[in-house]
Nanobody, 126 residues
């Protein structure tokens, strides 16, 4: 499966952005998916994950209550709605997919999903 992320941009603190991840080559419903991010000078970290059906989701503590992950298997798209953005949310955001659940890398940073999209930059100004 090929993944392409979009929707990044510049937003003021407190604002919102919605990222999208479009899948091609194979049905997204075959995979669990998630979002990771990497801030300048920092290691990549897990942000949110959603299982193949959309019935199970997980979030990093730092984004819980502010970010919402969703998916539309019929459209082969996954989304990440980001509200109440903070300057510390500034990072390159990557969508990822894997056949394993929980997603590799979601817990304690162990492992990584098999499939990755290119990143999309989110910049939150204070």
């Amino acid at each position: 499966v090929q993944l392409q992320a979009s929707g990044g941009g510049l937003v003021q603190a407190g604002g919102s952005l919605r990222l999208a991840c479009a899948a091609s080559g194979r049905a997204l419903s075959s995979y669990h998916m998630g979002w990771f991010r990497q801030a300048p000078g920092k290691e990549r970290e897990f942000v949110a994950g959603i299982n193949w059906s959309g019935r199970s989701t997980t979030y990093a503590n730092s984004v819980k209550g502010r970010f919402t992950i969703s998916r539309d298997n019929a459209k082969n798209i996954g989304d990440l709605q980001m509200n109440s953005l903070k300057p510390e949310d500034t990072a390159v955001y990557y969508c990822a997919a894997d056949s394993r659940w929980p997603l590799p890398g979601a817990a304690q940073g162990v492992g990584a999903p098999s499939f990755w999209g290119q990143g999309t930059l989110v910049t939150v100004s204070s």
